[in-house]
């Protein structure tokens, strides 16, 4: 499975971003092989509006299922909910511990948005 976390840095020993629309990177971690690759989000971090929509947009061109971030807008999540891709929700952890956290089964799928946009 391919899942795609918000990330500070290029490497899975970054810290999580908190911000999905916004994230500086975003580590796709393929869970069967341990492969993993960094995605520049810079065009969508300094956007005027539209931010969380336009990384949806690179999101879902990733070919991922899953994303694992710590807060997602409503526009944002309506559109991962749209394309199929499951959204989990974590707290401050580097992104190889939250990689290890979804493993383990102890990140629960969110339902809906946690923040308004532009927070």
């Known amino acids: 499975m391919k899942i795609a976390i918000t990330a500070t840095g290029k490497d899975i020993s970054n810290n ?20 993993s690759a960094a ?4 065009q969508n971090l300094n956007a005027a509006q539209g931010a969380g929509i336009q990384t949806t947009e690179t999101v879902v061109g990733l070919g ?9 807008g409503p526009k944002a999540f309506r559109v991962l909910k749209a394309a199929g891709i499951k959204v989990y929700l974590c707290g401050e952890m580097t992104v190889a511990q939250a990689v290890r956290s979804f493993r383990e089964g ?11 946009g532009h927070w």
């Open 39 to 42: 995605h520049d989000n810079t």
């Open 106 to 116: 102890r990140l629960k799928e969110t339902t809906a948005a946690n923040v308004e």
């Open 16 to 35: 999580l971003d908190p911000r999905f629309g916004r994230a500086k990177y975003f580590i796709v971690v393929d869970t069967d092989t341990n492969e």
């Open 64 to 72: 991922v299922e899953a994303v694992i971030t710590g807060n997602v």
